[in-house]
């Protein structure tokens, strides 16, 4: 049980992205045993899909694509431009959260988890309840490390 928890607190949200008009993978094995030239392959078929301009929804799942490549950065970017012009999308707000997972910022993560939730309960099949539990479990965990840090 302990081991399956630290699993859980230590594997990437992949299965946490949600996309409007493509899925890129078809399983979480195949998504990370990508290397970086692969995700490259797959961004430049998408763009040439959708060529400029580019709707908000073809956005989203740009950014999702920047998020497997590793570009977290970039994909924040592009999901706040997303939330700026089109406020209130719950997929923008998950995945917004869990770029921010993967950046380390398990408060802004949680926040925008938690407002994708509020969008729309149903997102992500309605287990999105689950990420947030495991974010709250890894800011724990931190929590403990900073305090055994601190007195040890």
Known sequence: ??????LLITMPSWACLNTYV?????????KENQREEHHDEK???FVSRHPSPIDYQAEND???HQIYAGRYD???KILRAIENEHPGLPKTAVNLGTAYELIGNISLAKKW?????KRDPTIHLGSE????NILTAKEKVRQQN???NIHC
Do not use: C, K, P, Q
């Open 74 to 76: 970039l994909a924040i």
């Open 43 to 45: 961004l430049n078929n």
């Open 62 to 64: 740009y950014a999702v």
């Open 129 to 132: 309840w689950i990420h947030l």
């Open 22 to 30: 493509e899925d890129f993978y078809t399983s979480d094995s195949e």
């Open 1 to 6: 049980m302990l081991l399956s928890s630290i």
């Open 113 to 117: 988890i938690a407002e994708g939730m």
């Open 146 to 148: 900073i305090f055994m």
